[in-house]
């Protein structure tokens, strides 16, 4: 039996670099050996024991790597291939896929994400991808693995805060939290044309980042009140769109009480814990507010647009790579990341 390196749960607070046998894979199934991987903000909840995964599991979820093995049924891909896979991987032919919930594979709340949380993840120096006609993108041979990192999960999750907000040419927008997922965000609504993008930290480095990323206006909430800020710039209007891309119940509502009537909040924020909703920022029901949430976006198709966008140069992602480990090391990096330390934004990992 052949044995890999892998980063396994073993319950709250742990997760350890072990031995496990490498993968193996059915008809429809690949097998990619893995060059790049990285660390999600979801993975430091699953170490917390804030969501639930079984002991035992291989995390991860941002697959880039070539593939070594394929089923039988496979067709239209080459073993040596450099792909992607993302965080979600539909299977593209159950009632949800086909009803255009992808992300809600097999009718189940989440079902699309299987890497690291119902299946083994990438976090190892192979990982099995299911469905691989239906999630496989290949990678251009012009774009580094550290160019397309962020594609599988939080460069299509932060896009999508955009996306399913609606924003309209000339809107104004607010997003609150600028770690990863939000960087992501403010680029989104950049692309989707809002003219004026206002974002909402404590942290220099990630404020100066995001005005890179295409903020007009970043606001300090450490050093003055956000929403009273927000309603000066929008002469008391409010946005039309605020992306909650921290998952608290502060961050919620302040998007609340920043939209305008009629106005969207988009969340992206994985909540722990019970969500309540106030009724004077959410006029008792009656102020024509949307609230839509998301989950990440996957399948081959919504990773070959996302390449397309970083190699067109509108969005330039790998400055959110400020830390490189290898999967030796991986333990480290957690350290480093779920306590967020020396300013780190995405961890690079390679096997």
Request: charged fraction near 20%; aromatic fraction near 4%; hydrophobic fraction near 40%.
């Amino acid at each position: 039996m052949r044995m890999m390196k892998a980063a396994v749960f073993h319950g709250p607070n742990k997760i350890t670099l072990d031995e496990k046998p490498v993968p193996s894979i059915g008809p429809t199934d690949a097998l990619v050996k893995v060059t790049t991987t990285t660390i999600c903000g979801t993975d430091v909840h699953i170490l917390k024991g804030e969501y639930p995964v079984e002991p035992g599991r291989i995390i991860g979820h941002e697959p880039v790597g070539v593939i070594a093995e394929l089923g039988d049924a496979v067709r239209g891909y080459t073993v040596g291939q450099r792909v992607i896979a993302g965080a979600i991987t539909p299977c593209g032919q159950c009632h949800s896929c086909l009803d255009g919930h992808q992300a809600q594979c097999g009718g189940k709340a989440m079902g699309g994400w299987q890497f690291g949380n119902t299946i083994d993840g990438c976090q190892a120096e192979y990982v099995r991808v299911p469905n691989a006609m239906a999630n496989l993108a290949p990678v251009p041979d012009s774009l580094t693995d550290e160019q397309v990192l962020m594609c599988p999960d939080i460069m299509s999750t932060g896009f999508s805060g955009a996306e399913s907000g609606q924003i309209r040419i000339g809107d104004t927008v607010v997003v609150f939290a600028q770690g990863p997922i939000g960087l992501c965000a403010t680029a989104g609504a950049r692309l989707k044309g809002a003219t004026r993008i206002i974002v909402v930290d404590h942290l220099s480095e990630r404020l100066e980042t995001a005005r890179r990323m295409g903020a007009d206006t970043t606001i300090d909430y450490t050093a003055e009140d956000p929403l009273q800020r927000i309603m000066d710039i929008t002469e008391g209007r409010g946005a039309d769109v605020a992306i909650e891309a921290l998952g608290t119940q502060q961050t919620f509502e302040s998007c609340l009480r920043s939209l305008k009537p009629g106005g969207v909040l988009s969340s992206l924020g994985v909540y722990s814990g019970k969500l309540t909703m106030p009724l004077d920022a959410f006029a008792a029901g009656l102020g024509d507010h949307k609230v839509v949430t998301t989950l990440c976006p996957g399948g081959k198709e919504r990773m070959r647009r996302l390449m397309n966008v970083v190699a067109s140069g509108r969005v330039n992602l790998q400055p959110l790579v400020t830390h490189r480990f290898k999967l030796d090391q991986i333990e480290d990096a957690y350290d480093l990341f779920s306590h967020q330390r020396d300013g780190v934004l995405k961890v690079a990992i390679t096997p």
